[in-house]
Nanobody, 120 residues
Framework: QLQLVESGGGLVQPGGSLRLSCVAS????????MGWYRQAPGEQRELVAA???????KYLDSVKGRFAISRDNAQNTVYLQMNSLKPEDTAVYYC??????????????WGQGTQVTVSS
């Protein structure tokens, strides 16, 4: 059974930083894309950043230059370093991992979500 465990959310003042982590475990053969999404109250879930197995990354325009996504393939972990945080970054952040299981099935799994609140 696949499991994604997120950590690193919390309350931070505007201009502060947080680092989110998401570890994938279970019957994993390979991981392709890994990404972070966020959902604010009353809003749709949106892609914040994604990274391929080769390390190519893309970002939501509003976070470019402030956020950085990275991954540790040996640890099946994806990170999101968030700097210069703004109140509008407040949301529940979800990781998403896509890959294949040892049984040969493709999967796309979501983490449980971690709250990020930017407020003074």
């Amino acid at each position: 059974q696949l499991q994604l465990v997120e950590s690193g959310g919390g309350l931070v003042q505007p201009g502060g930083s947080l680092r989110l982590s998401c570890v994938a475990s279970g019957s994993i053969f390979s991981i392709n894309a890994m990404g972070w999404y966020r959902q604010a109250p009353g809003e749709q879930r949106e892609l914040v950043a994604a990274i391929t197995s080769g390390g190519s990354a893309k970002y939501l325009d509003s976070v470019k230059g402030r956020f950085a996504i990275s991954r540790d393939n040996a640890q099946n972990t994806v990170y999101l370093q968030m700097n210069s945080l703004k109140p509008e970054d407040t949301a529940v952040y979800y990781c998403n991992v896509q890959g294949a299981t040892m049984e040969g099935r493709l999967f796309g799994s979501w983490g449980q979500g971690t709250q990020v609140t930017v407020s003074s």
